[in-house]
Structures are given as structure tokens and as C-alpha cells.
């Protein structure tokens, strides 16, 4: 679950596959969020079940927002008007039958990153609409179950920075969410810019899409070399789907991380996410499969 669109995937021993994703209404609204998310479950389930004998075993949700420990949204910036939902009862109306597990959408990612790459100790950041991350020291995620989420997206970089929707001023995410960057973008071209024409512009070269894009790898390879001073990580990989969907865009957060590196503590490799915009989700799936601890 994401803060634009949800993507669902159901799978049986890895082979057989059913997929997909919408996004959600605009403007936000809790009534016809939570339909557009039961409609498209029911719809899975159906296609699914169309294949299959039985229900689901387990379910992984992976979300961006802060929940409780009963499941309930305790803050979702992107959607405010999920506060206060019991998201946990929500998810176990829809999959009744099923042992259903939540976990931050970053955290989910970096295990699922780590462990496609074989990586031990990673940092992972994700760009879309909003900045999410995880580390992963040892091949556990930090700081662990019970213990909160690497909300890397709200690391202050820039104490003069622009305001976060979380409230604070300079989060890495206020400087280098997908909104963030087309905001930037737009300025600089003087009028709205969408992804794809930003996406056309920067393989084009044009000035004012390098510059608002290179801010925000500029901010993104802050927060890495910053991190990386306490967790020493294998890699930092870059994912998200804002970030998949634009050329070049690993690149320039490497070439920023190189700039940052200083004496006796060399820069860590920046990959791009093997997973693309999907990490999160297929570490939803390695949680709906107990491998997640």
C-alpha cells in the first residue's frame, strides 16, 4: 500500500501468480479508499479462487503509515484522512481466513532488496511519493519488530530546508519525494510539469529537469553517507518508483555519494533496486511467508 496506488499479488509456492494494482481515488477519502481496496482484494480472491481450492494461508501488507500496536493508523501524511482507522481489522475483515501481518513499506524493502542482492548489510531508499527506507544490518532489519521503522525519509538534512508533510523542516523527504522534485521542477520551468514530461526533459537533457532532479539525488546521497557512517553497509540501493522511472537517476545519486566520501571512509556502492518499484511489495510477500523476523 502505497500513498498513490496498492499493489496485490498473490502467489503459491512461488510458481503460480496473480498480480496487480490500482490507484487510489483522488482527492484522498477514507470511505472510498477503503472501497476501492475491497473491491480490488474481492477481485483477486476471485480470480484466484477460480485456480485454486481453499483460502489464503497468510497475507504481508506492506504500508507507509505509522500504525499501533493493534493495527491502527496512528499517522499517514500522504493520507491524513486514514488516522485513527483500525487498518488491522480492516485487513483480517478482508482476509478472514488468513494469519495477516503488517510491516513498514520501507523496512520490507531494504529485507526484500538485501535479499535478492545477497547483501548482509544495506541501506535502502525509496522515492515516490514519499521518500521511504530501510536498513538492514546482519540480515535483520534495524531497529526490528516492536522497535519502530528506519523512517530514513524523515532524517533532517537541512535545517533551512522546505517544510516536510510530517511537520518538520529539511526531512529528506520534503527535498526528494517524487512531489517534491515535480514542485521543484515546475518552478524552474515556470508551469506544472508532469512525470512524464520531466521524465522526457531529463533524458533530453533540458537545464531545468537536470537541476530539480539533481537536488534531489543531491539530498538522497546525504542521507546515505550519513547512515552509512553508523551501519557500514555492503550497498545503498535505490528504489521506489519514482526513482525506477527516470534515466540516469542512480547515477547521479553515486556520482553525489563519491563527492561526500572523505579520508579512511570510502563511499559505499550505490545499486539501483533489483527489485524496481516493487520491493516493497515483494517484501510484503517474504512477510505473508514467515520469513521476516
Not at 13 to 35: K, M
Request: aromatic fraction near 4%.
Amino acid at each position: 500500500m502505497g500513498g498513490t496506488k496498492v499493489a496485490l499479488r498473490a502467489e503459491s509456492d512461488g510458481t503460480q501468480v496473480e498480480q496487480t494494482s490500482f490507484r487510489w481515488p483522488s482527492p484522498p477519502d477514507r470511505a472510498a479508499d477503503r472501497e476501492a481496496l475491497r473491491a480490488h482484494v474481492a477481485e483477486v480472491r476471485a480470480r484466484w479462487g477460480a485456480r485454486h481450492s481453499g483460502p489464503f494461508d497468510a497475507v504481508g501488507v506492506a504500508v507507509p503509515a505509522a500504525l499501533d500496536d493493534s493495527g491502527r493508523v496512528v499517522a499517514w501524511p500522504g493520507r491524513p484522512a486514514w488516522v485513527g482507522l483500525d487498518l488491522g481489522g480492516l485487513l483480517r475483515e478482508l482476509f478472514p481466513d488468513a494469519a495477516v501481518r503488517w510491516g513498514d513499506d520501507g523496512d520490507l524493502a531494504a529485507v526484500a532488496e538485501a535479499d535478492g542482492a545477497g547483501h548482509r548489510n544495506l541501506v535502502y531508499l525509496g522515492v515516490g511519493t514519499g521518500v521511504g527506507g530501510g536498513i538492514v544490518v546482519a540480515g535483520r532489519p534495524v531497529p526490528g519488530p516492536g522497535r519502530g521503522s528506519a523512517e530514513l525519509g524523515h532524517v533532517i538534512v537541512d535545517r533551512s530546508g522546505p517544510r516536510c508533510d510530517c511537520g518538520r523542516d529539511g526531512c529528506v523527504q520534503a527535498a526528494a519525494s517524487g512531489p517534491a522534485t515535480l514542485r521543484r521542477a515546475a518552478l524552474l520551468y515556470g508551469g506544472p510539469v508532469r512525470y512524464e514530461e520531466l521524465r522526457d526533459a531529463l533524458a533530453a537533457g533540458r537545464s531545468w529537469a537536470v537541476s530539480a532532479v539533481e537536488e534531489g539525488c543531491a539530498v538522497l546521497a546525504a542521507a546515505a553517507v550519513g547512515v552509512a557512517e553508523l551501519v557500514r553497509p555492503d550497498a545503498v540501493v535505490i528504489g521506489g518508483g519514482f526513482a525506477d522511472g527516470l534515466p540516469g537517476f542512480v547515477p547521479r545519486v553515486a556520482a553525489h555519494v563519491r563527492r561526500l566520501a572523505r579520508a579512511g571512509a570510502p563511499a559505499p556502492p550505490v545499486e539501483r533496486a533489483r527489485l524496481g518499484g516493487l520491493s516493497s511489495l515483494q517484501g510484503a510477500v517474504l512477510l505473508a511467508k514467515g520469513e521476516i523476523g
